[in-house]
């Protein structure tokens, strides 16, 4: 277990308004720090005369009070007094530092290697899964086209699983054939879900040829 907190920067502490065009952003005065929270747990097995090993691990963590901006958009040119009377025009956008609670994360993965002796092949298998819980503030706009920001909790799920082949016939033929499959879903509370399929496959070989030929 290890537990960490983190100050806000001196930056998200002024309650000073800085602009950028459009664009309006202020410091929190009112912040507190975060707090993060994580676990490790590990485990590992191996077994010299077979050959083989086994691996497995489990991380989480769990952040209370995260920093992010909460956006204000005006549709009319207006006037914060509470900054020294400054006129926002219309169209502009004023985002504010505020704490959000429930930042989570949680990763696993568990793996096993061995030998495969008729082919002088090392199989490597590993599968994962991960959890990602993040609150945010997104910009949603509606069909008159006036935008406005609602709190979003998106939990994303992920999973992996990887297959590797990596081989020494001899010393002259060396290759290494894998493939990775990663799945990821996002459901959303404020925003559409969506869903991520993405397959890797790679080959590497090298050859001596005539003890005097490198081919790669």
Not at 45 to 69: G, M, R, Y
Not at 163 to 173: C, G, Q
Not at 194 to 209: G, H, K, N, Q
């Amino acid at each position: 277990y290890n537990g960490q907190s983190r100050p806000p920067s001196l930056s998200d502490l002024q309650n000073v308004l800085t602009e950028n065009g459009t664009r309006y952003s202020v410091g929190n005065p009112d912040l507190k720090q975060s707090y993060t929270h994580e676990f490790r747990l590990h485990y590992n097995a191996s077994n010299p005369e077979k050959s083989t090993n086994f691996n497995t691990s489990v991380n989480a963590t769990l952040t209370q009070n995260s920093v992010a901006n909460q956006t204000t958009y005006f549709d009319r040119d207006t006037v914060l007094a509470e900054y020294n009377n400054i006129v926002i025009l219309k169209g502009s956008q004023l985002s504010k530092r505020v704490n959000l609670n429930g930042s989570a994360r949680l990763w696993s993965n568990v793996g096993y290697s061995f030998l495969f002796r008729p082919l002088k092949t090392r199989i490597n298998l590993d599968a994962g899964y991960s959890y990602n819980r993040t609150p945010s503030y997104q910009t949603v706009t509606d069909e008159n086209n006036n935008k406005s920001q609602l709190l979003n909790k998106a939990n994303i799920h992920g999973g992996s699983f990887n297959v590797r082949f990596v081989s020494a016939i001899s010393e002259n033929v060396d290759f290494t054939i894998g493939s990775r499959t990663n799945l990821s879903y996002a459901a959303n509370s404020a925003l559409s879900n969506s869903r991520t399929w993405r397959e890797t496959v790679t080959a590497d070989i090298s050859l001596v040829l005539l003890r005097r030929i490198s081919y790669n």
